[in-house]
Nanobody
Framework: VQLQASGGGSAQSGGSLVPACAAG????????MAWYRQAPGKQHELVAQ??????DYLDSVKGRFTISRDNAQNTWYLHMNELKAEDTAVYYC??????????WGQGTLVTVSS
């Protein structure tokens, strides 16, 4: 599965961005869709995950971020609202299929200025 991430960029604190991850395969064959991020000097962390219709979020983004999918476009999104400077990171999309094979997108940079 090839994953192509896009939609990062720069935003002011309190603003919004919507990164997207386009899969080169129908997303209904993907069991787990997720977004991870890595900020400078920090560890990789799971931001949001969609699995079997259930969404889970990193505590610090709950109520601000929403993960969603569009089966027709073979794409999933991370709706990022009320952005904070600490959300600045490279965001990576991730997928796992029914054979438990994992795939990563190339990363998209999100920069939030206060």
């Amino acid at each position: 599965v090839q994953l192509q991430a896009s939609g990062g960029g720069s935003a002011q604190s309190g603003g919004s961005l919507v990164p997207a991850c386009a899969a080169g395969t129908p997303v209904d064959r993907i069991n787990v869709m997720a977004w991870y991020r890595q900020a400078p000097g920090k560890q990789h962390e799971l931001v949001a995950q969609l699995s079997n219709g259930n969404a889970d979020y990193l505590d610090s983004v709950k109520g601000r971020f929403t993960i969603s999918r569009d089966n027709a476009q073979n794409t999933w999104y991370l709706h990022m609202n009320e952005l904070k400077a600490e959300d600045t990171a490279v965001y990576y999309c991730y997928a796992r299929n029914s054979r438990r094979l994992a795939f990563w997108g190339q990363g998209t940079l999100v920069t939030v200025s206060s």
